[in-house]
């Protein structure tokens, strides 16, 4: 080297500033470990933009690899073209690009022969920073290379961070209002601060009192983070930084000012209403003004969006509180999707099955049992039986004091689960009753066909209910649950749709049934396997001559039909059914022997004595 750099004793000493960050690392390739030397002598106690460069070496291509794999930080490296071949430098420069992946690092090739690699032909085919011709190459040519290099790098590593970040806002913010992806929106605006502070990259926001999430004696909590202070996201403040740090952090917080030190610095960032947002940036040494301005905007907007979340939350806290009154199902099933859209008078014809809940014998229990013991026994039952219904797509469209209303709008199956789950979860609910406490009984029925749904009442109060012919068969047939003792009934219709017949073991018959205020009978179907085990096993064994019992009664033959359920009572003696059904062919034949009309009005239940 003709202009050696040693030879230059007179050139100004570069300032060496405090470290303030892990160095920039800068790789020097080649086979002549003097070139090493002097690159070191040459380059020692560089620093660019304050952080210190470090030097390291490689002594061949293949080496080179090995570490630059294992380092992707690397900020620069200066590859000597002829090493173990001609085309060493080349080649290792093509691998970093286009193997290695590595579009940040800033390639310098320098040679002692430019002849065998032509300057402009080298630029012009290999993404590379700069080229250096060994004999050409002064100290100053050097470093300014070098530091030109690590810039260039840092830039496009700014860049590159900032797209990222950029990236993951854009991605949260379509989704910002779920939990999750607030998290991501911060992280995507901590990166951007990241970048905007390189190569000091550690850094972590957190919001000092929030009482729209929680309450103010909690301590505040990591919210988002990057580089070392990544792994302390969801941790309390005071876990993650040591006690002069807290203490600095703390006095920005009392202070509303943002506080600078050697550590690092803490900036406050105020919104009102009782929240304080705050960002922590490791390292020493001032921030300048562009940098605090940007860093305000950045932070501001993390703590803002993390006040819009509060706010929505409540506002979806109410609006869940709300439904709780009023479904937000049967809001959709008039196609709304917000209550505040339906008006008075609004309807819709739909196809859905309807369920009637009742708490047999509730009125005479209430009558031993204090008011609160009343309502705790209401909430027990509904919060025994709620979860199945809802599981099987029912939606509940009011509660009757000691029963309910339910629609079912994908059709008969699942409401026939839900009356299974129903009385699953009585027999349960009656399993851990105190001991001596009366067991508590069911009934169910089910029918199926054209309900208008729709808004009714006026401006100032409106109620969304189902309206039709269907719901009051289904509200009637309940009233046999009692009269027969049975848990769940259902319409010939919803028997029909589940393809039973007198041969499906999960169903018994009960014949044309009369129902209060309504014109014609209708056939009815006992649900034998939603009875508890005991009497499930008992109708079973005379479900077919019960069957047989009502087909006499259906044909007229009243006499015999009789004979038949006393039969089934005596191998059955508590089948209420066949006991009711016994007595009323006994009525009908007594009527008829009387002149008198052979169908009771209402449906009634004989004395036991």
């Not at 020493?284 to 993390?306: D, F, H, K, V």
Request: a negative charge; hydrophobic letters at 45%.
């Amino acid at each position: 080297m003709n202009d050696d750099p040693l030879m230059f004793a007179d050139e100004v000493a570069v300032t060496v500033a405090a470290p303030a960050a892990p160095p920039w690392r800068v790789l020097i390739v080649d086979d002549e470990p003097d070139v090493f030397r002097v690159s070191r002598l040459a380059l020692g106690g560089l620093h660019v933009d304050g952080v210190p460069v470090e030097l390291v070496s490689c002594s061949s291509a293949s080496e080179a690899r090995i570490w630059l794999a294992s380092n992707p930080d690397t900020a620069a490296v200066v590859i000597d073209v002829v090493m173990e071949s001609e085309r060493s430098g080349l080649d290792l420069a093509r691998w970093i690009r286009s193997e290695l992946k590595d579009t940040l690092i800033r390639i310098v090739l320098r040679t002692g022969q430019p002849g065998r690699a032509p300057e402009l032909e080298v630029m012009a085919e290999h993404d590379i920073h700069d080229y250096l011709a060994k004999a050409d190459t002064t100290r100053t040519r050097l470093i300014t290379t070098v530091t030109g290099a690590v810039r260039a790098y840092r830039d496009l590593r700014t860049m590159a961070l900032q797209r990222a970040g950029l990236r993951r806002i854009i991605d949260a913010t379509a989704t910002l209002f779920e939990s999750s992806e607030v998290g991501t929106l911060l992280g995507g605006i901590l990166d951007q601060v990241g970048a905007l502070l390189l190569p000091r990259g550690n850094a972590l926001f957190f919001i000092a009192r929030t009482p729209l999430f929680a309450p103010r004696d909690q301590p505040a909590e990591v919210i988002a983070a990057t580089g070392e202070f990544v792994s302390s996201i969801g941790q309390p403040l005071a876990n993650v930084v040591n006690a002069e740090v807290l203490a600095d952090i703390q006095r920005a917080l009392s202070s509303g000012h943002d506080v600078q030190a050697q550590h690092g610095s803490a900036h406050v960032f105020v919104l009102g209403e009782g929240i304080t947002a705050a960002l922590y940036v490791a390292g020493p040494g001032a921030l300048g003004e562009w940098n605090r301005t940007l860093m305000s905007l950045y932070a501001g907007s993390a703590a803002l969006a993390l006040r819009n979340l509060g706010l929505w939350k409540e506002r979806e806290g109410l609006l869940a509180a709300f439904s709780r009154f009023v479904p937000n199902d049967t809001i959709r099933l008039l196609g709304h999707g917000d209550v505040r859209q339906l008006a008075v008078g609004e309807q819709i014809v739909r196809e859905l099955t309807v369920m009637f809940v009742d708490l047999v014998g509730f009125t005479r229990l209430a009558e031993t049992m204090a008011p609160v013991e009343v309502f705790r026994l209401l909430n027990a039952f509904y919060g025994a039986i709620g979860p199945g219904i809802a599981r099987n797509g029912g939606i509940v469209d009011k509660y009757l004091g000691d029963g309910a209303m339910v629609l079912f709008p994908e059709g008969p199956e699942g409401a026939c689960d839900a009356a299974l789950a129903i009385c699953a979860a009585l027999d349960a609910l009656n399993a851990s009753a105190p001991a001596g406490a009366p067991p508590l009984r069911v009934g169910v029925s089910i029918h199926c066909g054209s309900v208008i749904l729709g808004t009714i009442g006026h401006t100032d109060r409106l109620d969304v209910t189902a309206v039709s012919d269907a719901v009051n068969v289904a509200a009637r047939l309940q009233s046999w649950t009692r009269t027969l003792a049975a848990r769940v009934i259902v319409s010939d219709a919803i028997a029909q749709a589940l393809g039973g017949d007198e041969a499906d073991t999960r169903l018994r018959r009960l014949g044309s049934l009369p129902l209060r205020g309504h014109g014609a009978p209708i056939e009815v179907w006992e649900r034998i396997d939603a009875e508890e085990s005991s009497r499930r096993e008992a109708k079973r064994g005379t479900r077919e001559r019960f069957n047989a019992a009502m087909r006499c009664r259906g044909e007229g033959r009243l006499l015999e039909a009789a004979g038949r359920f006393n039969a089934v009572l005596l191998e059955d003696p508590v089948d209420e059914a066949s006991l009711w059904f016994s007595w009323r062919c006994t009525e009908d034949m007594r009527e008829a022997a009387d002149g008198e009309k052979a169908i009771p009005a209402l449906p009634s239940r004989p004395g036991r004595g």
